[in-house]
């Protein structure tokens, strides 16, 4: 271990770490390698995988099924990246992790899979789970492997000659074979054209064609493909895109909703109602593809999903430019998966920096299902600085920008009030800044008067609102109000319909015990849940489907306070040890090395 601070990340880059990656779980982390360094990662539904230049892949996060391949003891939580020691006589070239598996492809071109295997997800031509990597037979006619991808219960392969392999569950349609419900062996899916780019979401897939033509196929629900009613009928084979009119280059699919890129622009479509679209607050369903305003400008390079938040960086290859591999992240926010900060857990609605990657060139980001991986380096000392976009700067930035004083790239003059003995709200820290604004409404007034003009819609009224309007410097006893108020959850749609084996399989050991961390929210489609482990001496034979009961709503109140009569009280906020409780020492030049 080379030191404990960011400053002694070394050049070639480490891997940070956000939400419930079983590294640090709710807690911002990271690491790096002694004598190696890692250049790809993917996120799988609650495990992760890191390979690193020399091709030794590295594993972490849950084994429940196995998926992390190392021979141990299933139903162990693996907290810090393990290297795979069956795998260490091949290098290993691709990683993709599905929701309970894993699939890699070493540079011999050989294919192994580990973890789940109830549909066939493994390609192993049998449905049994394994908890160590083993090969599949060979199907690409020894055509090097391009890209791997990896579902809920499917996976994918593309050759370098363009053609598409897909094999596990297809009860909706997911791997695009028509009317069967699964297969355990590669298959080729006949488009027509060679393939560039595939991706596999929960229950639904996508590929783009090297002319740049965007396909979807699988559960339909939400509006996830993205195609015209009239084509919803044959959603089990590949639909065209026909909305999208420039070539597109790259696309992702998450739980509900789907990704795609072009040199343009950024078009997301489906199921939003965590913000993982970023289309705002008030489209929690797109059945179109619809370009988001953010990334109108070409500016884009990557784009990646997990089950409810997006990730996009900016820039092109190679990113050390200005400007190049800047991280943006949207959609559900809890265990901070989307890394905007210890205390920011809100969902996004827009496309929203991530500051704390400003000093760094982000190569790299994968999501899963309630975390996320960055790669990414130190920049050069010779690139300029980098320039914020106006419509970047929000509150929550400006408070994460406050660790980085040698970054703020900006004027906080706006935040800076005229009386000389009340310190600058941007001098205190985030949980100072929030009490100083509930405990001095005078504050709080010069705050309004500072900030750009006020849009109509504010504070709840019709009217249209003069610019010409000046905010007195104390607020009126008639604005110091104190709301209680809880919208209701969404209730999520059901989840589609397991197959009759994947119901009537169970996995490798029985009656484990679960720990949960964190409460599971109600508000989750049940597909999305962890699968329920039976006992074989109580398992039926085909296990019942599970349906949510819908949270109860709860109406707001409001009630006015006299400033007179009762004080504001300031929010109680439980405060978050900044340090990491755990570092990964070791010496060796296997071990990953870690940093707080």
Known sequence: ?????????????????????????????????????????????????VITGHGRLFMF???????????????????????????????????SCGRDHTIVCTWSG???????????????GHCDDTNTFHLLHPFSDHAPIKMLAAGCNTSAALTEDGRLFMWGDNSVGQIGLGTESYTSEPRDVMVGQ??????????????????????????????????????????????????????????????????????????????????QLGHGTFLFEVPLPKALDHFRNGRV????????????????????????????TFGDGRQGKLGLGEENFTNQFRPTLCPRF??????????????????AMPRLPEVEEVVIEEDDVTESILESLETYTELLLMDPS???????????????????????????????????????????GFLNTSLPLSRNIRISRTPSEDLCTSSLSSNPSSNDPPSPSLSLKSRSKTPLTPSPKFIFPDPPSPSLSSKFSPKKRLSPSKSPKYASKEHLTPPQSFKSTHKLIPTSSVSPKPSSVKPTDDKQSSKMLSEGPTTPQTGS
């Open 1 to 49: 271990m080379t030191g404990e601070t960011e400053a002694d990340i070394p050049e070639t880059g480490a891997v940070f770490t956000f939400g419930k990656s079983k590294f640090a779980d709710n807690m911002p982390s990271k690491f790096w390698l002694k004598n190696d360094h890692p250049e790809e990662i993917s996120c799988g539904g609650d495990h992760t995988a």
């Open 61 to 95: 996060g849950s084994n429940t099924w196995g998926q992390l391949g190392l021979g141990s003891e299933i139903n162990v939580n693996i907290n810090k990246p393990t290297a795979v020691k069956a795998l260490k006589s091949e290098k290993v070239k691709f990683a």
């Open 110 to 124: 050989r294919v192994y899979g580990a973890g789940s295997n109830q549909e066939g997800q493994l390609g192993l």
């Open 194 to 275: 060679p393939v560039a780019w595939v991706s596999c979401g929960y229950h639904h897939s996508a590929f783009v064609t090297v002319d740049g033509d965007l396909y979807t196929f699988g559960e339909s629900g939400s509006g996830r493909l993205g195609v015209f009613p009239d084509q919803l009928a044959n959603h089990r084979v590949p639909q065209r895109v026909e909305s999208i009119q420039d070539p597109v280059i790259q696309v992702s699919c998450g739980g509900e909703h789907t990704v795609a890129l072009t040199k343009d622009n950024v078009y997301a479509f489906g199921r939003g109602q965590h913000g």
């Open 301 to 328: 390079s990557h784009v990646t999903c997990g089950e409810n938040h997006t990730a996009v960086i900016t820039g092109n290859l190679p990113y050390y430019s200005t400007n190049s591999g800047i991280l943006y």
């Open 358 to 375: 400003l000093k760094y060139s982000v190569q790299s980001v994968a999501c899963g299902g309630s975390h996320m991986l960055v790669l």
């Open 414 to 456: 706006f935040l800076m009030p005229n009386s000389q003995t009340t310190p600058p709200l941007w001098t205190l820290s985030a949980r100072a800044r929030r009490r100083e604004r509930e405990s001095s409404p005078e504050q709080f007034g010069q705050m309004f008067r500072n900030l750009p003009p006020l849009m109509s």
